[in-house]
């Protein structure tokens, strides 16, 4: 149901690219329709019919002309210009472009990213007994350096509750070592430093 959906909506963006700029070089666009098959629904403004279709697969955008029948009117597709029936055509790989760019957009601006600094140090933990403080940065695991907060969940489970020696920034920019002894939490089955790291959204 997905697939259909999304094809769908491909598939009207690019009709619709078609649709904009036959309007704006002066076609008569006969009619803009969503989905295909038998009409649910239909309406006219100015000279074009717009109309729903029984199954939503798609649409199509019909104008004057665009097939070789005989059509010589001057607003028919095929009385235009080279130029203008190319950039017709061009809009709908155009505005399916335009669409994917949106979406992986709109995906970016959503996901999130876990950092390796500290917002709250939770109580009777690995981390409030070594010292770490909100908003101290770890920058290094055993001399490796890190990056985002999952790599020091990697390296806590790989390293089997061992010691660890850790290189902090703290909010004032001094650096600092702590070594700490991660605790097992047994509900979920994991070792823990002990705090909650900030989280970055978007870009």
Not at 23 to 41: D, L, R, S, T, Y
Not at 77 to 101: D, E, H, I, Q, T
Request: hydrophobic content about 40%.
């Amino acid at each position: 149901m997905i697939t259909i959906i999304l094809l769908g909506v491909l598939v009207i963006a690019h009709e619709f690219g078609h649709f904009i700029i036959a309007k704006k070089n002066g076609i008569w666009v006969q009619e803009f329709a969503v989905g295909m098959g038998p009409k649910i629904f239909s309406r006219t403004k100015g000279d074009t019919e717009y109309s729903i279709r029984i199954l939503p697969l798609g649409g199509f955008c019909r104008m004057e002309g665009e097939a070789e029948d005989g059509a010589s009117s001057s607003t028919s597709f095929l009385s235009k210009s080279v130029g203008a029936r190319m950039a017709v055509m061009a809009a709908g790989p155009v505005m399916n472009f335009l669409l994917a760019f949106l979406m992986i957009f709109g995906l970016t601006c959503t996901t999130y990213t876990a950092t390796p600094v500290i917002k709250e140090v939770l109580p009777d933990s690995a981390a409030a007994a070594s010292g770490l403080e909100v908003g101290d940065r770890i920058q290094k695991i055993d001399g490796k350096t890190i990056h985002i907060y999952d790599e020091l969940q990697y390296t806590l489970q790989s390293n089997h509750g061992e010691s660890l020696t850790l290189d902090v920034v703290d909010a004032t920019g001094t650096h600092h070592k702590y070594k700490l002894q991660p605790k097992l939490d047994e509900k979920q089955g994991r070792y823990l430093i002990g705090f909650s790291p900030e989280v970055k959204t978007g870009l």
